[in-house]
């Protein structure tokens, strides 16, 4: 459904996108994060036709941004970060508004359409009320509304549960998840549980570079992420470690936090070691209780912040060479 192929941005002498190429299939729900001032809102101004490339091919189904940017301007949904509302217009009023100037001319498919873009989005019951008098919560599904309103292909959403409350914010997730039945999705976002909750796939770019594109299961394979358990254990922690790192298939036994309600240590083992029934016994022998046992893994949090400092750290290698 998109295609992006050595995509470069340039303002003077700032490199915005930096040779930037990656592909979105139809019906994925696409994570794309970076830090502040990676790109992203560049990127994603490019992808809808906002502001043109210096270098760069950009195809929304099939079609050139630059050679067909109406054709591809209509496959395209677009919500930024401030929903583009007119607070002094009625809901209904301004989704009308919007499929009409989107070229939904005959006003018999402009109901049907706002109708539908309304209860997908839970806005029906404030249909007649002025934008200005909802709450943040509601702007934000109207400014969802008009970005499906017309039936694109394509939806991107940039930072759309920013300055949500806790409920507003699973609401709107549950309505990006059940875009990807109808929609192919790029969700730009800092929130990164809520990459990690809706995105089947997750895009990390830096200083306009890509890092790396994968689904959020399979980043880790990107990075040296050491095999091994994570134990919650209630005894001596400093024997516990010295037994465990005595134990084959152990390399190593580090403690993380040491407690009297629970110490935790990691454990780090041989690639093809499972010793997990080995640790329990181990363990309950000298009179030490595992409390818990989990797989030592990384969450998407822990993951970017890793991918962030590779490339830092990768830059300033190719800098001193």
């Given at each position: ?41 560049t ?9 043109a ?8 189904n ?10 591809a ?33 005959d ?73 990807a ?12 549980s ?128």
């Open positions: 459904m998109i295609e992006v192929r050595n995509l470069t941005k340039r303002y003077d002498d700032h490199l915005a996108v930096n040779n930037l190429s990656f592909t979105v299939d139809r019906g994925q729900i696409l994570g794309f994060l970076g830090p502040n001032g990676a790109g992203k809102s990127t994603m101004n490019i992808l809808t036709g906002y502001i490339p210096t270098e760069g091919t950009i195809l929304i099939g079609f050139d941004m630059v050679k067909k940017p109406e054709k301007k209509n496959c395209l949904g677009y919500l930024p970060e401030q929903p583009p509302v007119y607070p002094d217009m009625k809901v209904r009023e301004y989704l009308d508004f919007v499929a009409e100037l989107k070229g939904f001319s006003k018999k498919v402009r109901v049907q359409a706002v109708e539908e873009a309304m209860e997908k989005t839970g806005i029906t019951d404030v249909s007649e009320r002025l934008i200005r008098h909802l709450s943040k919560g509601f702007k934000q599904r109207v400014g969802i509304a008009q970005a499906i309103v017309t039936r694109p292909e394509i939806v991107i959403l940039d930072e759309p549960t920013v300055g949500l409350d806790p409920v507003q914010i699973i609401e709107i997730r549950e309505l990006i998840k059940s875009f039945k109808e929609h192919t999705v790029i969700l730009s976002s800092h929130i990164l809520e990459i990690s909750a809706v995105c089947d796939t997750v895009m990390i770019i830096n200083k306009g570079k890509l890092i790396v594109s994968d689904t959020a299961e399979g980043l880790s394979k990107h990075l040296n992420v050491r095999k091994g358990l994570k134990l919650t254990v209630k005894g001596d922690a400093a024997k516990a470690k010295e037994i465990l790192s005595g134990m084959d298939g152990v390399e190593e036994a580090e403690i993380v936090k040491e407690g009297e309600e629970g110490s935790i240590l990691n454990v780090y083992t041989a690639q093809d070691a499972d010793v997990r029934e080995a640790v329990y016994f181990e363990l309950a022998s000298a009179h030490i209780a595992v409390l818990e046992q989990a797989a030592l893994s990384m969450d998407l949090e822990e993951m970017f912040l890793e991918f962030i400092k590779e490339s830092e750290e990768g830059e300033t290698d190719e800098s001193n060479l």
